[in-house]
């Protein structure tokens, strides 16, 4: 069903119109930010002539359909998945793509290996062990199933094609930025339609820093200052133009500016706050964005030991 080549000229409303006779759609599949249950990233679905390449896979079976259902409609196979980093939020479902697509190469860092070892055999553990305990629940369960399946399925998460550095993928270019949200992100750039998509090099209401490295991550971003764009695609949340995303670039910049300062935890997460006021549109998102400020910079950012693990010091 897959097979039929589907190559008529398309008008693609936000492709860049002197290539609008062979352009085809940039499909964004939101992922669900639920308030009970663990997310799923944002899915950026590029195409030619000859398939599909899907950027992030979701963690739940609904945000996976989505992106078969698509396929389906554009009668075109998947023929690469690249995972713009390795929690599971953005690789889950890696494998339930393969099961249909094994012929669908998959590209990203070299990092998620020091994460199987590491961080996810950690988190492997402890899912299993609440997977056994009474006291959790049957809803839980499945969340927490769904984790230990992905990671248990280690060759549906390490890549067939590393991303070392800057490489092209068809059209795409794809980067390598080094020790930023993960030991490894990978963020890419399509010159037909003028997006990038960032993973979560960009995150509302807050950056994750559970994984990051300050000083990186920052590089990252300038980074992708230097290429020209229309449009950011974030991990999670909406797209950004370009003056939303210089005024993101800016609010980091000033909360590790802060980090690095004498300055209480609090009065950084209230500069964040400001800041970062339009990436926030409830006050629970205010308030869990005053929360997290405060424990990163904790447990993160200002303990020098753990910056310098995540920052690679070690492996120098
Ligand atoms: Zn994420």
Not at 128 to 153: F, Q, T, W
Request: charged share 25%; with cysteine; aromatic share 8%.
């Amino acid at each position: 069903m897959f097979k039929t080549l589907f190559i008529a000229g398309f008008v693609c409303g936000v492709c860049n119109p002197a290539h609008a006779q062979t352009s085809f759609p940039v499909k964004v599949i939101p992922g669900a930010v639920p308030a009970d249950r663990s997310p799923d990233g944002n899915t950026v679905i590029f195409e030619d002539p000859d398939g599909l390449i899907v950027v992030d896979t979701g963690r739940h079976f609904a945000h996976q359909a989505a992106i078969i259902a698509y396929s389906d409609a554009r009668k075109k196979p998947i023929t690469a998945i690249v995972n713009t980093h390795w929690h599971l939020d953005h690789s889950g479902g890696n494998q339930e793509l393969r099961v249909l697509f094994p012929n669908a190469k998959l590209y990203t860092s070299h990092a998620v290996n020091g994460a199987l070892d590491g961080f996810l055999a950690k988190e492997l553990e402890r899912s299993r062990a609440m997977a056994a305990d009474p006291k959790v629940n049957e809803y839980e369960k499945s969340e927490i199933r769904l984790g230990i399946s992905a990671l248990e399925d280690r060759k549906d998460l390490i890549p067939d094609v590393p991303v070392t550095g800057d490489m092209a993928l068809g059209r795409l270019a794809l980067h390598l930025a080094p020790f930023a949200a993960t030991e490894g992100d990978t963020w890419l750039y399509d010159p037909q339609s003028r997006t990038v998509v960032a993973g979560d090099l960009i995150v509302a209401p807050v950056p994750f820093f559970d994984t990051a490295c300050g000083a990186g991550w920052r590089a990252a971003l300038d980074k992708v200052a230097a290429q020209s764009f229309d449009r950011i695609i974030p991990g999670h949340g909406p797209s950004l133009t370009r003056g939303a995303f210089e005024d993101y670039r800016k609010a980091f910049g000033r909360l590790l500016d802060c980090a690095a300062s004498p300055a209480a935890a609090a009065s950084c997460a209230e500069g964040w706050r400001k800041d970062a006021a339009q990436f926030m549109t409830s006050d629970a998102e205010r308030a869990y964005a005053d929360r997290a400020i405060v424990y990163y910079l904790d447990n993160i950012l200002r303990v020098p030991a753990k910056q310098a693990e995540l920052c690679g010091a070690q492996k120098e």
